[in-house]
Every structure is written in structure tokens, then in C-alpha cells.
């Protein structure tokens, strides 16, 4: 049970990363740093869109309108980091 645990951590903290790629990299095409119509990035920012945005959307859906700042990644990172440190730390401590 502890390597599943362990396993399920490793995949939260993967998401994490992943959801830090995909803000990073919609920064930098924003700013004009990165081409977005270069066909590598272009199926880099899908992909990692793809990834991302099942649980962006119900999240964006329930925040309110901030205007052109988009809050919910760093929603869905607090999440991330509330299931690794709470849940999935609660359940390891108590099959140790």
C-alpha cells in the first residue's frame, strides 16, 4: 500500500510540473519570447493543454471574473499540494 501511495505522490507531483510548463510556456508566447505559430510549439502548448485543462475549466467556471489574470492554476497547484501533503501524507503515516 505504501508504494501505491508513494506511486500516486509521484503522479501528483508530475501534474504539478506539468501545469507549471503549461503556464510558463502561455507566458512566454504572450510576451512574444516564443513564436506560437511554430509547428514544435504549437503541438507542445496542445499537448500540455490537453493535459491541463479537464481540471482547469470546472475551476475557471466557478471563479469569479479578475479580468485578464487567470488564477486558476495556482488554484489547481493548492490542490495538488493539499492532496500530497494532507491526504496522501495522512494515509502514509498511517500504514507506517
Do not use: H
Request: glycine share 6%.
Amino acid at each position: 500500500m505504501l508504494r501505491l501511495l508513494g506511486f500516486l505522490d509521484y503522479l501528483v507531483s508530475l501534474y504539478e510540473w506539468i501545469v507549471i510548463a503549461a503556464v510558463l510556456l502561455q507566458m512566454l508566447i504572450q510576451f512574444g519570447v516564443i513564436n506560437a505559430y511554430q509547428p514544435l510549439v504549437r503541438s507542445i502548448r496542445d499537448g500540455l493543454a490537453a493535459v491541463t485543462e479537464p481540471l482547469l475549466k470546472p475551476i475557471r467556471r466557478r471563479m469569479p471574473n479578475t479580468g485578464g489574470l487567470d488564477f486558476s492554476p495556482l488554484v489547481l497547484l493548492l490542490i495538488c499540494l493539499f492532496i500530497r501533503w494532507v491526504l496522501i501524507g495522512v494515509l502514509i503515516d498511517q500504514f507506517r
